[in-house]
């Protein structure tokens, strides 16, 4: 049994946003937000722990859906804390894909390529949203129910402290900065698709470290513990979506590195 638990998880990461809320001035108009999100996290989380007591489909309506709600929530809430984006980091951060992505070539490929191959780089950035749920509900069709509590403690705690570095490395996706600065990218179906859904659901800002590739990654790792055909598979889906994180330019490329590094190391943890 493991000794950190995703309920402490959460509790810890509200907390957290509420403290920074309400001592720091800049995040004011977070803190109705963080103080609502906190106390709705504690009455769920206690509502959870009575329905561990019910019967088995209770449990696992519980197990598989409120952490993937907190989950959710913590994302919207911690866009509340972008004030502006630091230009400075931004800068940083855009010369290490030039360096790295542009003079090399790999992101000019990427866009002269067969547009079938972009196609499918976006069709995995859009698994980001759905490969956590399928993960969680694999390893309860496997057998594995008493997995799910780590594996959710190594998720929330990769996608946790990726978001909570947002108050303080705020910066804009570069998508955002190349189409403001008239970058145009190949045409993609898909693409279209993902920006429909980021305009909708996204907070517009970028997250460093990826919280998309700490997520992918952190599943991944969950799910290999116990079914490591299965792990193979997530694994695989992973590495995708880190790719289409920084091809698509949703990301920075430090960005998904520094996510995929928060995810080994929440793994680690749990383990």
Known sequence: MIGLRWEWVAIGYYAYLLVLALAIKRFARARTAAFAGTIAVIVVIGAQSLAQLGPTIGRLTFSLLIPLVILLVGYWLSGLFFVSPMRAVERWLMAMDDRLLRRSGILAAHDAGPRIVRELFETAYVLVYPVVPAAALTL??????????????????????????????????????????????????????????????????????????????????????????????????????????????????????????????????CR
């Not at 490395?169 to 900065?177: D, E, G, K």
């Open 140 to 269: 309860a069709i496997g057998g594995h129910l008493d997995a799910l509590p780590r594996f959710w403690v190594t998720v929330l705690l990769a996608e946790f402290v990726s978001y909570g570095m947002l108050p303080w490395l705020q910066t804009r996706p570069p998508r955002a900065i190349e189409s403001a600065a008239g970058v145009m990218h190949p045409p993609s179906a898909v693409r279209q698709f993902n920006a429909a859904i980021l305009s909708r659901g996204s907070i517009q800002v970028n997250t460093v470290p990826s919280g998309h590739a700490a997520g992918a990654v952190a599943t991944a790792l969950a799910v290999a513990d116990v079914m490591p055909v299965a792990g193979i598979v997530f694994a695989f889906l992973a590495a995708a979506i880190v790719a289409a994180t920084v091809l698509g330019r949703y990301h920075y490329l430090v960005d998904s590195l520094l996510g995929a590094l928060v995810a080994v190391s929440a793994w680690l943890i």
